[in-house]
């Protein structure tokens, strides 16, 4: 079978560079550095990851809505810290036509700004609480650094989900349940991922805490996925969003916000991939089964019907199937369909319709299994689900062993993936431990066990563990 | 029952200002002139109709793409005239945080000069075409006219679709296409329209011809939903769009592009509507039909199951069914959701529950139908294909009605709607209709009759009847 010329476990962002092209996912030579085009495949993954994240929403009572792209200089810098944050990363639009605007105007590096001053015209009284958006739009950043596909972009397709609560409580309710989305929406991708409390010092620009969604890429680098924030009011004062209780008293909103992009599929790319192609779990693959014809002369019409019968049968089950009735051969169209990640190949030769069976062939592990025709309606959607399974079962296995305890400094040096040392919270003393590790700080673990150790820079009692990693 | 401050019929501009607004259709208090706010029932219905697009696309086998939403200016200006058409009215990024970009980026006001230099790598060969792509983006125009919800704004919602062909014959085959796809998708919305053959002065920049797609509006204006052109190879030769045919040859492809913009709901809204509310078409209601309990004492129970049995029966053929349940009086839901056009009541009390029907409430005429239960899965959606079709003769009334001939400049003086002409073809006298009747040329009837008759202004034979109008 041929394979990428750069091989997935000697040198994983080239061979991610590489495969990005081969399955015609994005194409990156448009002449302004980090905005790619999406190419047809690549962009019917991404909708579908879209519409994943809109059935959450829609199951959760969040309501799509959008917001212009460019906003005002002087809505931008109401908030101090936000403004600090993202000044050196936007675009300015400064001119229409010939003509300099009286006001500069960005483009949205990410919502904030252009919301919250509406919102405070939607929100009078404690009834219109909670208030659940999202939107999903793209959004622009400058980055200086090295661009990669989908993973380093300025253009960045984005879901961006903003909630207004009447206290601390009730948006803490909200974090909890972006914390159960997140777990059904990752399954679905069979990504695997930890959650980090972010430090003081990298959380969102404007936010009291932000909680990060990593995932292990097979480089040992982890990739940020996604973020949930809790802004307390720090927002809802400087844009003035208050409502009414129900004693008459005028209060500020407390407020969340959740964030993913097109990382998602970077993930996806890089985790699940091989050297033959990018491999898509079903829940997300625009192809979920292709229908390969093995035609003998003579035979043909007996094969293409059987094809388009079995393809009408996974069609009434709802599932994306497609016949590759190209002049080419069977091997060439495995090779095609293999790049291109589709999660389950079924080949039907006048054997197969002899003995009323078709051949599927698993896309992660190869697996051949004989499927009975009259079984195929139970059979086809069982073995989807355990190519979702062992995806996510080989990306656990990824996540769990790249995730290394130590007590010393000493000890973890010179090893990959992620860093998890004893911490006294102090932020010189992670600044350390970035230094001798050569890494990023990813933050405390959320929600897990505590560390009853000592900070292996200053020797006080830890509170708690810190995660460290290099990152993408 | 309570009906808009404004009528229509007495003030077109102010009504369509103040339903817009009560649908909570979108929010024009963004601080930006013309880019408004979508608010979640519109951005629905909006999404609905972008939906049907793409059913069109992918019955005609055109691929979904998305393009980067900069260009760089010399990108931009390699079709001169394009780039005269559009160079007043872009906006420019011209900064990246602190500093000064090397080259001036616009964003998109249409993406042929974004696509075509991309084009120009994807297609090699004859195998290659034809090439069919669209993509649904948000595009942007300096308006310096008044701006109105939907039909003048400066951040559009747009589809576009580009495609590429072997020769001029291959590209006129995709325009009858296209006039196919136009034919079916306005069905769907009950939007009867005509088309134009836009004069040679006023076609799109760079086109070879432009076909217009227009519709009347109840003010006596026509408002143009869409356009169609005919490109030869205008940008194929400047873009270097060349595919070796099968003697080897190299040769220009022929190109074609279909816009459409949130204008349709614009028409939507104008057309369907009345001094209640909006009027939706069925197709691209997010809810088809409300169903409202009416509720006794003592009855709650057995009529609250009741409409939950209404609403599986209409969930399982397909129609979007909603509940309301809210505690309010019947007669206030009535009003929310004339308001906001849903095209069907389902009204449910005590009666109706005894004699096993529910009593239906048109959106478009107040008529009341009773429906016996077991047959509400074929008589609902009858009625709702009858609502669809009144809808769209109501419509055509207005648009025939409209279209107005004449054989001298003194008859049409004073004529609203379109004023129909001879006319020899040449630009002076028909510049000279539009100032005389102050309209405006949409143009020559696409396919239509032949005309017979002198030009008013130069007495010399017609070619062909024109078209005149006021136009938003």
Known sequence: MPETKVKKDEDFNEWYNEIVELAELCDKRYPIKGMNVWRPYGWSIMQNIDNLIREEMSRTGHLEVYFPLLIPESLFKKEEEHIEGFSSEVFWVTHAGENPLEEKWLLRPTSETAMYPIFSLWIRSHSDLPLKTFQIVNTFRYETKQTRAFIRVREIHFFEAHTCHKDFEDAEKQIKEDLEIAERFFQKLSLPYILNKRPEWDKFAGAYYTISIDVMMPSGRTLQLGSIHQYRDNFARPY???YEDINGDHKYCHQTTYGMSERILGAIIGIHGDNRGIILPPAVAPIQIVIIPIIFKGKEEIVENKCKKIKEILDKIGLRTLIDSRDITPGSKYYDWELKGVPLRLEIGPKDVENKQ???VRRDNFEKIQVKE???K???PEIL?????NLFDKAKKLLDNNIKKFENIEDAKNKTGIIQLPWCGREDCALKMEEELDVKTLG??????????NCPICGEKAKNWVRLAKTY
């Open 240 to 242: 003035n969003i208050i």
């Open 358 to 360: 078709v051949t599927a």
């Open 374 to 376: 009259n079984e195929i």
């Open 378 to 380: 139970e059979i086809i």
């Open 385 to 389: 689900g355990l190519i979702s399974k």
């Open 444 to 453: 405390t673990p959320f929600m897990e066990e505590q560390c009853n150790l």
